[in-house]
């Protein structure tokens, strides 16, 4: 079941879904109308704070808990607060955030709360070594936390080869091997990495990694991980041909076998997820442009999501023309 947005007061995106206390906590950032002409660097989403909603209940009235960290604290940032993510550790909520610093390169920054809601305190530099975007934080059954992040295009990752900038910047051909998510897990202050970042592989059917021009399933931004039956699911959006898909895996770090589509293309130039169990059932939240009709102007919503006794996941589709 597909359900309505989570609120039409704002416009949201980058859905980052969390249980904390009880309550499904929906990390977002937040889409304002700035009057950038589009282009395929995402120059057009140039969000400049973060909001967190809270359902109490599934089809619960979502309450908008306001701005819980702005450009404007963040002394090495520029501009353009794309997608974020929280994770909660020893009495402590951790927002790692992509954000362009002064050279306009995307760095990734921490801010920290003693309260879901926030308000988060930035950290006075970004994290050393990072780079790109979409951070997702990953905590195992052992208590270990691991970073996914990356984004080609506008999220530079094509800048970057085995965790270095390159000054020749391009994608690799389309018979080769595609560019990868990165994890890094995260040192036991939550602050920086513990490690070199390492690719996350995602192989097709025959066992060989997914190619560059593969676009209907290679990765391309997003990443989310989590985890059911002891299985690992790497979730991601291709970009450009506007899908959500998923990979299983064996531990965190992977390879990952790609699996299937997990959620149809929706309106908008594509789209961007969370995975979340919510009281024994299990949800996908994501944005679209329903409401606005625009491409910069995004709203979260959520739909139930099933996994099937093959491990596989029931593809989600929205039905724009149900009335």
């Known amino acids: 079941m597909v359900r309505d947005h989570l609120t039409r007061d704002v416009y949201t995106a980058d859905a980052a879904a969390h249980v904390f206390e009880g309550k499904i906590y929906v990390y977002v950032s937040h889409d304002v109308d700035t009057g950038v002409p589009e282009d395929d660097l ?12 809270s359902l109490s209940e599934i089809d619960g009235k979502a309450v908008d808990h306001g701005v819980i960290l702005d450009i404007k604290d963040v002394k090495w940032a520029r501009r353009q607060l794309w997608d974020n993510d929280v994770a909660f550790k020893d009495g402590k909520y951790y927002m790692y955030f992509p954000a362009k610093d002064k050279t306009d390169i995307f760095r990734i920054g921490v801010a920290i709360a003693d309260r879901p809601e926030g308000p988060f305190i930035p950290q006075p530099a970004p994290m ?6 979409d951070p997702c934080v990953f905590k195992d059954d052992d208590g270990t936390y691991y970073m996914y992040w990356g984004g080609i295009w506008g999220g530079q990752l094509q800048r970057y080869r085995n965790n270095l900038a390159q000054e020749v910047i391009a994608l690799p051909k389309d018979n080769e091997p595609a560019l990868c998510a990165k994890i890094a897990r995260l040192r036991d202050d939550m602050l920086e990495f513990a490690e070199e970042g390492k690719d996350v592989v995602i192989l097709d059917e025959n066992g060989k990694p ?11 931004e997003a990443s989310w991980m989590h985890k059911h039956n002891g299985v690992y ?47 024994g059932n299990w949800y996908l939240f994501f944005h679209d442009v329903e409401v606005s009709g625009v491409t910069p102007l995004r709203s979260v919503r959520y739909a139930d999501l099933k996994h099937l006794p093959d491990g596989s996941i029931e593809t989600i589709t929205v039905n724009y023309d149900k009335k």
């Open 42 to 53: 995402g120059s057009h989403f140039d969000m400049m704070d973060y909001h967190v909603l």
């Open 128 to 133: 050393m070594g990072s780079y790109s975007i």
């Open 210 to 220: 997914l190619l560059q021009g593969d676009n209907h399933r290679r990765f391309f």
């Open 233 to 279: 699911y790497f979730t991601y959006s291709t970009g450009d041909t506007h899908k959500l898909c998923y990979a299983t895996g064996d531990n965190p770090y992977g390879p990952f076998t790609y699996r299937g589509v997990l959620l149809n293309p929706v309106s908008g130039w594509t789209t961007h997820h969370s995975v979340v169990q919510f009281k």
